[in-house]
């Protein structure tokens, strides 16, 4: 053969394999990228529970799942799993540890799939949050809670989420979404006695979204009408005397009292 046949010949081979499928079951074999859900976050708290799982594609039949978590240079977590999600409980990760998930996978097809994701286990900012108290919340008066640390000029994109039930029934009327914000305000008389709601605080700081516990608050219907003043458990129409308050202490009261003086 001359130089020129030879040619020829090379390209009718390379039609016959195209055609045959070879070289696509050749590309068969190449890791492609899939979409890991939750694994978009760099840093996460030690309370909270990660869980990763593959949302694209969808027709995997096969799944492995490598993580490998160190603080400092001792290993703390090393596991493989074969399964579709890969979930880390909470407070198993302490602060200052690094994790690396691999995850490899493939199809019917036989087509192969793989993915990378590291995060770290941070501490999350210390939250405060203004207007909390253990005593019941009065539906006759408005309540405002605020997070006043971290402050808003350190935040990003803060939500509030507000749940309120009654006797374990979860109900629609004080229910709230507030975005952008991070105080809330319970008015007066949308509540009704004995409601509970829970209001939690999330945002995001230094690239760590945030979510604050839960705090309740207990609602309940103030024990006296209004003009009325409550001392000791009683409603009085008008401020008494020393005299008075002394006729009805209770000796819970009297021992408080004479320590308070022996105090003085």
């Given at each position: 053969f001359n130089t020129l046949n030879l040619l020829k010949l090379l390209t009718i081979l390379t039609t016959l394999l195209v055609q045959q499928g070879l070289s696509q079951r050749f590309l068969e074999g190449t890791p492609l990228p899939v979409t890991i859900g939750g694994g978009d976050k760099l840093k996460y708290s030690p309370h909270e529970p990660i869980t990763l799982t593959i949302t694209n594609p969808t027709t995997l039949t096969?799944?492995?799942?490598?993580?490998?978590?160190?603080?400092?240079?001792?290993?703390?977590l090393e596991k493989s799993i074969p399964e579709k999600a890969l979930f880390i409980g909470a407070f198993t990760l302490?602060?200052?540890?690094?994790?690396?998930?691999?995850?490899?996978?493939?199809?019917?097809?036989g087509q192969t799939y793989a993915k990378q994701v590291q995060f770290s286990i941070v501490l999350p900012p210390?939250?405060?949050?203004?207007?909390?108290?253990?005593?019941?919340?009065?539906?006759n008066q408005d309540h405002t809670l605020t997070l006043t640390d971290p402050t808003k000029d350190t935040i990003t994109s803060p939500k509030i989420e507000v749940t309120c039930f009654n006797a374990g029934i979860k109900l629609t009327r004080g229910q709230a979404t507030?975005?952008?914000?991070?105080?809330?305000?319970f008015v007066k008389d949308t509540l009704q006695d004995k409601d509970l709601c829970q209001i939690t605080f999330s945002f995001t700081k230094d690239g760590q979204l945030v979510n604050?516990?839960?705090?309740?608050?207990?609602?309940?219907?103030?024990?006296c009408a209004p003009g009325q003043f409550e001392i000791s458990g009683l409603c009085i129409d008008k401020p008494v005397s020393y005299t008075h308050l002394r006729a009805h202490e209770t000796p819970e009261h009297l021992v408080c009292r004479l320590l308070l003086e022996k105090k003085k």
């Open positions: 096969q799944f492995l799942w490598k993580a490998k978590c160190l603080q400092g240079t001792t290993v703390v302490q602060p200052t540890t690094a994790c690396t998930i691999d995850f490899s996978g493939s199809d019917a097809a210390q939250i405060k949050v203004s207007g909390l108290h253990p005593e019941p919340y009065l539906i507030v975005l952008d914000s991070v105080s809330h305000t604050s516990p839960p705090f309740k608050l207990q609602f309940a219907q103030p024990l």
